[in-house]
């Protein structure tokens, strides 16, 4: 089951896309130009997990760049897939949940014999 944040993300696209996608093509942005245009909690969770991911890069002066030309957002769907009800392997599983973006959902079944 997704969170309130997951069921956002699954939607939108995970917070490093998007800061990626606030990461100029060509050139550099600062840390205060994309806290300003995401949000100062999206804009800190994201740049974690793009720097994570080598995604993006700090240059002097601290300016953030683009590392590679484009990216596939791997935690949007994976939550699409959960909530579509597919599978998802165990440690995606573990570390969605560590973010807050799934929770366990527990179905009571009762058989009649």
Known sequence: MLTEEGQEIAESGSHEAK?????????SCTVADLQTLLGEAVAKIGMGKAFQHKWIGQ?????????????QDVTCGQ???????????????????RRKLVDKEYIKAETAY
């Open 79 to 97: 939550l699409c897939s959960i909530r579509s009800n597919l599978a998802c392997d165990e440690s995606a599983l573990k570390e969605l949940k």
């Open 19 to 27: 800061v990626f996608n606030a990461v100029p093509a060509e050139g």
């Open 59 to 71: 240059v002097e002066g601290g300016r953030i760049t683009r590392k590679v030309a484009c990216i």
